[in-house]
């Protein structure tokens, strides 16, 4: 399966962003979703996941209650909407798959997107 994020950009703090990862080719192996994010110097955090419902969803404390992690299943699309961002919110985020049924709150993911940077500023 191939993954396609796009939704980044330049927000000021405070602001909202959608994200969108597009899954295409072996939509078989899209039965979890989730995003991830990186900035520099700092490791790769596992912030939001989805079952293939959408009915169990997961989020980091660093993004509860900010972030909504959602999935349209007919357009092969899961969507991550960050409102009330703020400047450690930046970051590359990456959108992620598996095939597998394990629970929402697991990391392991075997396809992952090439990334989109979002840049809250001050």
């Known amino acids: 399966v191939q993954l396609q994020a796009s939704g980044g950009g330049l927000v000021q703090a405070g602001g909202s962003l959608r994200l969108s990862c597009s899954a295409s080719?072996?939509?078989?192996?899209?039965?979890?979703m989730g995003w991830f994010r990186q900035s520099p110097g700092t490791e790769r955090e596992f912030i939001a996941g989805i079952n293939y419902s959408g009915e169990h969803t997961y989020y980091a404390d660093s993004v509860k209650g900010r972030f909504t992690i959602s999935r349209d299943n007919a357009k092969n699309t899961v969507y991550l909407q960050m409102n009330s961002l703020q400047p450690e919110d930046t970051a590359i985020y990456y959108c992620?798959?598996?095939?597998?049924?394990?629970?929402?709150?697991?990391?392991?993911?075997?396809?992952w997107g090439q990334g989109t940077l979002v840049t809250v500023s001050s």
């Open positions: 080719g072996g939509t078989y192996n899209t039965n979890r």
């Open positions: 992620a798959a598996s095939p597998w049924t394990m629970q929402v709150f697991s990391a392991s993911y075997e396809y």
